[in-house]
């Protein structure tokens, strides 16, 4: 299986602040990863996917980047209603697996 | 509007069994593989099982393989987790997700509110 591992798995920016998260696969996954953003009592919501495409609806703060082994998410711009936690996902084979979470939240 | 929802969860003591639904609307739910994602509480997200679109390839984590069993009905729009011999570890909220569609990559573009199930004695 493929593991993934996220870091840091919490950080605390202030508003309009750049935030970046990165995932690591224990293989390379070529640009196969995505991205996804779950508010408490909710559903995640799928942000990026191909490692770098914006889901249609996502504002374009949200940006992804990497390939291989290492990607990054980030957040150019942080605001409010971006307090929540993200997992990236790799969607290269099965079993599908997810990171371990990044919580995010407002200084 | 691309809609799935969840019903049938529930408490359930162990080794007993429950069966999940998942309807989809605002989609031709024929075209579409779709997905079971669990989340214990207070835990992270775990992939469960994948069905693709005419049931001819069905995937499931190791943790529930040979327990779970996913199936769909394309008639009624609607796929099915039938959870047997059910554990304690196998409390989690469960999501019904849709597969995005692109070729060979597994991502997940649509989920329900989700559904608890509960395993204890």
């Known amino acids: 299986d493929i593991q993934m591992t996220q870091s840091p798995s919490y950080v605390s920016a202030s508003m309009g602040d750049r935030v970046t998260i990165t995932c690591r696969a224990s293989?390379?996954?070529?640009?196969?990863l995505a991205w996804y953003q779950q508010k408490p009592g909710k559903a995640p919501k799928l942000l990026i996917y191909s490692a770098s495409s914006l889901q249609t609806g996502v504002p374009s703060r949200f940006s992804g980047s990497g390939s291989g082994t290492e990607f990054t998410l980030t957040i150019s711009g942080l605001r409010p209603e971006d307090v929540a936690t993200y997992y990236c996902?790799?969607?290269?084979?099965?079993?599908?697996?997810f990171g371990t979470g990044t919580k995010v939240d407002i200084k | 509007e691309v809609q799935v929802v969840e019903s049938g969860g529930g408490l359930v003591q162990p080794g007993g069994s429950l069966r999940l639904s998942c309807v989809g609307s605002?989609?031709?739910?024929?075209?579409?593989?779709m997905n079971w994602v669990r989340q214990a509480p207070g835990k992270g997200l775990e992939w469960v099982s994948f069905i693709s679109s005419a049931s001819s390839n069905k995937y499931y984590a190791d943790s529930v393989r040979g327990r779970f069993t996913t199936s769909r009905d394309n008639g009624r729009n609607s796929v099915y987790l039938q959870m047997n011999s059910l554990r304690d570890e196998d409390t989690a909220v469960y999501y019904c997700?849709?597969?995005?569609?692109?070729?060979?990559?597994?991502?997940?573009?649509?989920w329900g509110q989700g559904t608890l199930v509960t395993v204890s004695s």
């Open positions: 293989q390379s996954l070529s640009k196969w």
């Open positions: 605002g989609f031709t739910f024929s075209s579409y593989s």
């Open positions: 997700a849709r597969d995005l569609g692109l070729w060979e990559e597994d991502y997940f573009d649509s």
């Open positions: 996902q790799q969607g290269k084979s099965f079993p599908v697996t």
